[in-house]
């Protein structure tokens, strides 16, 4: 079963994809924790996206969707994977859709977690302390918003049409949350 999870910087996707991926026994795969890594180990995948990610502007649609493919490629993801914040852009979903089919699959559910600006920008603030994420400075959230809004945000339509997006007010307790999500995976 294949799980998609969207939603603005800072809406909980990484919290949220921990806890189903526990439940459903189902590898979490983000692709922004893969570029954090690798920029940490300086890796040449890392070297190239540093500056663009420490902007807070999205890495081109090749590099994650190679990202992508490597990654479904590994044994622990044959049953399924959940992604998370895997698809900004409309061609990342196409490609993605792509990948998937190559292997007999489709997406079964797209999540998406939704908050207000307004509780974005507040979280965004708390984490920046706790995390020291360079991309959760206000100059790279602001950036992190727009690409948000002009790139990520027609991808819910594109769902919408293919009628596999559930809502999930995320504003409430991490379990009041993951119980939406729950709820939301069985119909
Ligand atoms: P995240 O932790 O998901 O907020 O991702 C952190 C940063 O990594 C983003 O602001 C982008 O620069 C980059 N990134 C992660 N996933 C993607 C993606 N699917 N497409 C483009 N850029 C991405």
Do not use: C
């Not at 049953?79 to 089919?101: M, N, S, Y």
């Not at 302390?129 to 959760?136: H, L, T």
């Not at 991808?155 to 991490?174: F, T």
């Amino acid at each position: 079963m294949d799980i998609l999870l969207m939603g603005p910087p800072g809406a909980g996707k990484g919290t949220q994809g921990a806890i189903l991926s526990e439940a459903r026994g189902l590898p979490k795969f983000a692709t922004g924790d893969l570029l954090r890594d690798a920029v940490k180990r300086k890796t040449p995948l890392g070297l190239k996206a540093k500056a663009v990610i420490e902007a807070g502007n999205l890495v081109s649609d090749d590099i994650i969707l190679g990202i992508v493919r490597e990654q479904l490629a590994k044994p622990e993801a044959a049953k399924g994977v959940i992604f998370d914040g895997v698809v900004r852009t409309i061609p990342q979903a196409e490609g993605v859709e792509r990948l998937l089919a190559e292997r007999g699959r489709r997406m079964e559910a797209v999540l998406f977690f939704d908050v207000t600006d307004e509780e974005i920008l507040a979280r965004l603030n708390k984490r920046r302390n706790i995390e020291q994420r360079a991309d959760d400075d206000p100059a790279a959230v602001a950036t992190r918003l727009k690409a948000y809004r002009q790139q990520t945000a027609p991808v819910l339509d594109w769902y919408e049409q293919r009628n596999l997006l559930r809502r999930i007010p995320a504003v409430g307790s991490v379990e009041e949350i993951a119980q939406r999500a729950r709820r939301a995976l069985e119909h």
